[in-house]
């Protein structure tokens, strides 16, 4: 689009008429910065059909009419954010930061721009501003439930980046000192960290591993599978299906036993790794769906959970 820039006898700068303001409408130049709506130097000057540079200058001899309130210049940081929500190349060349007017700001313009066609483009462009008011007045509340939306969203990615650090800290701790965590929470969606938590457990068992769990498929025998060679594993659940059982066959044929016997007086779930009980709050195949909390029990060893299913039978 050609553009040119005229300045008149008495020093006022003229405008042109231009297609290019009929293609778009108005209120897709307004924009909120610092909370207010407005529009950018170089949106301005296509409207008028003038050079961004020649608007500029005939603000600066009347800066007197520009308060901070009617135009201030863009920080780097916030013509930065404005191009990465653009999205466009055309920002490229851009050697100085825009200059950003607002409502009452391109009402002054009208002082400056005198031709008939300024004069057009000004009351069209008061209306958008209005038209603007109007629309963000009728969706207060839709607004305002977008941001709640957006602060509880916030305040569960913070609690997730919380959870992780202390997920990462007992892991931490686990790798440097062989430690077993005492007690724990995991959250929804944390399905990796709670199979390497149990995982990991498993891993440092040197002689058994009892499972008391009713609800087993083949999942937690490829977990049992992470320990040592020489350490036996025994499950204790309320139900073996026929497809369990035939998974309990085909994975004894290939890798070291593990046992599997029936057991329905439990409601709870116990995890025995060596001489601790761990008190898990989710069976082992639904790890990290749901929020569950562990707990290792001091004063409970697995021979005590070990004779009180004996006696059961």
């Known amino acids: 689009m050609s553009t040119e820039n005229n300045i008149s006898s008495n020093g006022q700068l003229s405008a042109n008429s231009n297609n290019w303001a009929k293609e778009k409408p108005l209120e897709s130049f307004i924009i909120v910065i610092r909370g207010c709506q407005v529009m950018l130097d170089r949106d301005l000057a296509e409207l008028y059909g003038v050079e961004t540079k020649r608007l500029n200058e005939q603000v600066k001899r009347n800066i007197e009419r520009f308060p901070k309130d009617f135009m201030f210049q863009l920080t780097k940081a916030e013509f930065n954010i404005l191009k990465s929500q653009i999205a466009t190349s055309s920002w490229g060349g851009v050697r100085k930061l825009p200059y950003a007017f607002t409502?009452?700001?391109?009402?002054?313009?009208?002082?400056?721009?005198?031709?008939?066609?300024?004069?057009?483009?000004n009351i069209k462009i008061m209306r958008a501003f209005i038209a603007m008011r109007r629309f963000m007045a009728n969706n207060t509340a839709l607004f305002s439930r977008l941001e709640s939306l957006e602060?509880?969203?916030?305040?569960?990615?913070?609690?997730?980046?919380?959870?992780?650090?202390?997920?990462?800290?007992?892991?931490?701790?686990?790798?440097?000192?062989?430690?077993?965590?005492?007690?724990?929470i995991f959250f929804e969606g944390q399905i990796y960290d709670a199979y390497l938590f149990v995982s990991n457990l498993i891993k440092q068992a040197n002689s058994n591993i009892i499972l008391i769990d009713n609800y087993v498929d083949n999942s937690v025998l490829t977990l049992l599978d992470k320990r040592n060679a020489n350490v036996s594993a025994t499950i204790y659940t309320q139900k073996i299906s026929n497809q369990l059982q035939l998974d309990i066959i085909r994975h004894n044929a290939q890798y070291p036993e593990i046992k599997v016997n029936v057991f329905k007086q439990s409601h709870d779930r116990f995890l025995c790794i060596d001489n601790d009980v761990y008190h898990i709050g989710a069976s082992i195949k639904d790890l990290g769906k749901k929020w569950f909390a562990f707990s290792k029990m001091g004063l409970l060893c697995p021979q005590e959970l070990i004779d009180k299913i004996n006696n059961a039978d």
């Open 151 to 184: 602060y509880h969203q916030l305040a569960m990615i913070q609690h997730q980046n919380d959870s992780d650090k202390r997920i990462d800290e007992l892991f931490r701790r686990l790798d440097e000192g062989g430690t077993k965590p005492e007690q724990g």
């Open 103 to 121: 409502e009452q700001g391109v009402a002054m313009l009208s002082g400056i721009l005198r031709s008939q066609t300024a004069i057009d483009v």
